[in-house]
């Protein structure tokens, strides 16, 4: 039976290759954690979401689903983002989508897969609130971008219209969403400047998606 050798090997060198640049370094984690930021994500496999932006274990709690999606029942999500805005107190939410996403192009052309059809209804509604825009994309490629970034805009409004952040930033907790969204091609971030860090912020971002104003989202 292949047990796998190989990884458990790879992360022998890479525990020790980050003993030697801090031998105490796993010992201190052990103690306490303490990131400052909550990361929601897709869960594609091109994607690591700590190491691209240069931080080490510790320093980031991650959520990933397919399509970095948050779903206002989906218990699993709204338990992350509890446990890490109450407890952890982390500073910055990050939500993370990329271009070239399976699980948008998946909903936006209709394919079957099978249970997960169901979860990717949720972009297929944003495919349908947004069409006059994308059907002002040029091409398939463009509008398919485009639902990934309307895609991100729209879930950092689903993480600013939860409970946990509003009562977070109603007791003045300092607490700011972003929305970001990754080149597979270059391995780049871009901001899509919809960040938002109190109710005001929050609600004028939902005015402009219920709007549909084209100042949102970057493009390429
Ligand atoms: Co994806």
């Known amino acids: 039976m292949d047990k796998l050798k190989n990884l458990l090997e790879q992360n022998k060198q890479w525990a020790r290759n980050l003993k030697e640049s801090d031998p105490q370094f796993f010992e201190k984690l052990s103690r306490l954690q303490t990131p400052e930021f909550l990361w929601i994500g897709c869960s594609d496999s091109r994607i690591t979401p700590a ?30 983002i509890q446990f890490a805005v109450d407890v952890l107190k ?56 485009k639902l990934c970034e ?44 919809v960040t938002i860090e109190s109710l005001e912020d929050m609600k004028s971002l939902l005015l402009k998606t219920l709007n549909k104003r084209q100042e949102i989202g970057v493009g390429r």
């Open 51 to 80: 190491n691209s932006i240069g931080l080490l274990p510790g320093e980031m709690f991650v959520h990933r689903n397919i399509a970095n999606l948050i779903i206002h029942t989906d218990m699993n999500c709204l338990s992350v």
């Open 150 to 193: 309307i895609n991100v805009i729209e879930q950092v409004v689903n993480v600013g219209e939860t409970t946990i952040v509003q009562d977070a930033w109603l007791r003045g907790q300092n607490l700011t969403v972003h929305g970001w969204i990754y080149y597979i091609t270059d391995g780049i971030y871009q901001d899509l400047n």
């Open 90 to 145: 982390v500073k910055h939410i990050i939500v993370c989508g990329h271009y070239d996403c399976g699980g948008v192009k998946a909903a936006f052309e209709n394919t079957r897969f099978g249970l997960i059809d169901n979860w990717l209804r949720h972009i297929q509604d944003l495919a349908h609130k947004y069409e006059e825009e994308l059907n002002n994309a040029k091409t398939a490629n463009e509008r398919l971008d």
